[in-house]
């Protein structure tokens, strides 16, 4: 079973910080995802990516297949952007999501 | 479209109720996924589902927990009799492919 660790548990910023969060995984995956979450529960999609980069505004989020890694920045951090990010792998074929713990950020003005 | 829907948003009940919680996916959408949330444990898998086939349910916590997909647009999850340690956010997703669309979650509070 894949094993996904993010780190840090929980980061504060001041408004403007460049962010990053780093998410590791155990095994081979088809695909990795990047996840938010506001407070009010609701669950968005902000990347899916199997390898290299992809970028989205102020977001940014990498992965390194050989090292089992992916980091997602945020640059020029705004409060809106508090809120908990969650590091999700898939294996192949319609398998699910196994998830890390989450990161809380929180981006004060 | 209008995305994953799930119902009810919010469910208050007593400890020894049944509890149905319900999903429609995304129309086209080939699998469905129950997940629970709780702040101890995160997210984690329940069951889910592949052409209304289920195929890994071995996250259901007990025999207390059930779940159906009568077909390609309805789900349902039950827990018969309820517990208070049952009180979490229940997400249901669907996804064609890779990508996973998310419902906007029924918080279960048990008392």
């Known amino acids: 079973k894949n094993e996904v660790e993010q780190s840090p548990q929980n980061l504060t910023a001041q408004e403007g910080e460049f962010i990053t969060i780093n998410c590791s995984y155990s095994v081979g995956i088809s695909a990795l995802h990047w996840l938010q979450q506001h407070p009010g529960g609701g669950i968005v999609s902000l990347f899916m990516?199997?390898?290299g980069k992809k970028k989205h505004g102020r977001l940014i989020a990498t992965i390194n297949i050989q090292e089992k890694h992916s980091s997602l920045h945020i640059t020029a951090s705004h409060p809106r952007d508090s809120a908990v990010y969650i590091c999700?792998?898939?294996?192949?074929?319609?398998?699910?999501?196994?998830f890390g713990k989450g990161t809380r950020l929180s981006v004060i003005a | 479209d209008a995305g994953v829907i799930q119902s009810p948003r919010h469910e208050v009940t007593e400890m020894g109720q049944e509890v149905t919680l319900r999903c429609k996916p995304i129309s086209g959408h080939n699998s469905l996924f129950w997940y629970r949330q709780t702040m101890m444990r995160g997210l984690e898998l329940l069951i889910y589902f592949n052409n209304n086939v289920p195929i890994d349910d071995s996250g259901m916590p007990e025999d207390r927990f059930s779940a159906k997909m009568p077909n390609a647009s309805f789900s349902t999850l039950k827990i018969q009799p309820s517990e208070p340690r049952d009180s979490a956010v229940y997400f249901c997703?669907?996804?064609?492919?890779?990508?996973?669309?998310f419902g906007p979650g029924t918080r279960l509070t048990v008392t």
């Open positions: 997703a669907s996804s064609l492919y890779d990508e996973q669309y």
């Open positions: 990516l199997s390898s």
């Open positions: 999700a792998v898939k294996g192949g074929g319609n398998t699910p999501l196994v």
